[in-house]
Structures are given as structure tokens and as C-alpha cells.
Nanobody
Framework: QVQLVESGGGLVQAGGSLRLSCAAS????????MGWFRQAPGKEREFVAA????????YYADSVKGRFTISRDNAKNTVYLQMNSLKPEDTAVYYC????????????????WGQGIQVTVSS
């Protein structure tokens, strides 16, 4: 099991940037694919980005491609989500998750989840 704690959320104006961090503890972080998901009010949780256990390969949702970047530092047991050119539609609770496999877009392939952190983008 992996314990995950997100940080870095908050309120930002449209066009601004935020960097989310997710600190992991527990089973070997470097062997886990990591992902970010988000859930807006009244909507289902959706995939945002994922990165392979060793880094190097990442996936993005079409809605964030070119604006968001996922990265990881296995020495620090931390995964990041750099969010640039933020839009009001990016407003959501963002969740960090550890995958069962090397990398995945599917939420049902993630075993461990953080508590979530609010990101609000004002217009």
C-alpha cells in the first residue's frame, strides 16, 4: 500500500499556473506508475495525466495536453503536476494515485489514492 498526500492547490486566475505535488510513502514508490485525476462538481472523476514507474513515458488527457506536465522524482518519492495556462474548466478536486501496473489511464487500475486537493481557476 502507498500513502499519498497532495499539496500545492489553491485559487488562481485564468492563464495562471500552479504546481501540485504528491508525496508518497509505503511500498516502493519507484515501482509504481503514478497518475493524476480530477473531479469537478457534478461530474465523474476523469483522467488527467500518468507517468511510468521509471519516468520517461507519460500520458495526458486531450483537454490538458500541451498545458500540463507530469513528472516524478523517485529519490524524493514525489510526483508533480505542473499546470500552466489554466482555464476555469480546470477547476476541480485533483487526486494523486498509485497504479497497480507501470502506467495506466484507467482509474480502476489504481489501488491507492490521496485525499484530493482543490484547484480553483477564476475567470
Amino acid at each position: 500500500q502507498v500513502q499519498l498526500v497532495e499539496s500545492g492547490g489553491g485559487l488562481v486566475q485564468a492563464g495562471g499556473s500552479l504546481r501540485l505535488s504528491c508525496a508518497a510513502s509505503g511500498r516502493t514508490f519507484s515501482r509504481s506508475g503514478m497518475g493524476w485525476f480530477r473531479q469537478a462538481p457534478g461530474k465523474e472523476r476523469e483522467f488527467v495525466a500518468a507517468i511510468r514507474s521509471s519516468g520517461g513515458i507519460s500520458y495526458y488527457a486531450d483537454s490538458v495536453k500541451g498545458r500540463f506536465t507530469i513528472s516524478r522524482d523517485n529519490a524524493k518519492n514525489t510526483v508533480y503536476l505542473q499546470m500552466n495556462s489554466l482555464k476555469p474548466e480546470d477547476t476541480a478536486v485533483y487526486y494523486c494515485a498509485a497504479a497497480r501496473f507501470s502506467i495506466s489511464r484507467r482509474s480502476d487500475e489504481y489501488d491507492d489514492w490521496g485525499q484530493g486537493i482543490q484547484v480553483t481557476v477564476s475567470s
